[in-house]
């Protein structure tokens, strides 16, 4: 039995080996930045599918049918419908979203290059000043618009969801904490 070694030792150093790299990486994220800016009002109006709220700055969402999460974000003093995703690294917004809160980009705006799920397309690049998501609030949020008919819903991405202090999925519910 003095030839068997314990696997522990090895398994623990590569949790937290993994553990160290993750901390390093989401902090690594990089968004553009530009100078269009909206500001919103102090006052977040209730949304339309209450959210749990769980206590002091938290807001806890329940997934559709599909398994999506929906936000009423206030922008601009505007009521948002937006899709949390996750797989987004920067919050994009519809035309019509984003003309509802004051940003309008030229057409000469439309410069910067992005992947898409449906392809390569041209964004503007915009800035937030805050994005309210019930009790949860993110400041100087890189954004982007996107042109016509690319979107049925503007997303929530993770310019956003890196501002607050954490986001949680378990059970078919959606954390954002703060």
Do not use: C, W
Not at 106 to 127: C, H
Request: proline residues 7%; charged residues 15%.
């Amino acid at each position: 039995m003095s030839g068997i070694t314990s696997p522990l030792p090895l398994a623990m150093s590569f949790a937290v080996a993994m553990i160290v790299t993750g901390s390093m990486l989401s902090n690594r994220v990089q968004t553009p930045t530009a100078p269009v800016v909206a500001v919103p009002q102090k006052q977040a109006a209730p949304p339309a599918a209450a959210p749990t709220f769980t206590g002091g700055a938290s807001v806890t969402l329940a997934a559709d049918d599909a398994g999506h999460f929906h936000a009423e974000a206030e922008i601009e003093g505007h009521l948002v419908r937006m899709l949390v995703d996750t797989g987004a690294s920067i919050v994009a917004l519809r035309p019509e979203d984003a003309a509802a809160i004051g940003l309008r980009p030229m057409p000469s705006d439309y410069s910067m290059r992005l992947s898409t799920a449906n392809g390569i397309t041209t964004a503007a690049e915009v800035r937030i000043r805050e994005i309210y998501v019930g009790g949860i609030v993110a400041r100087d949020v890189p954004a982007v618009v996107l042109q016509p008919g690319l979107l049925t819903q503007s997303l929530l991405g993770m310019s956003f969801l890196k501002k607050i202090g954490s986001v949680r999925i378990d059970s078919g519910q959606l954390e954002l904490r703060q």
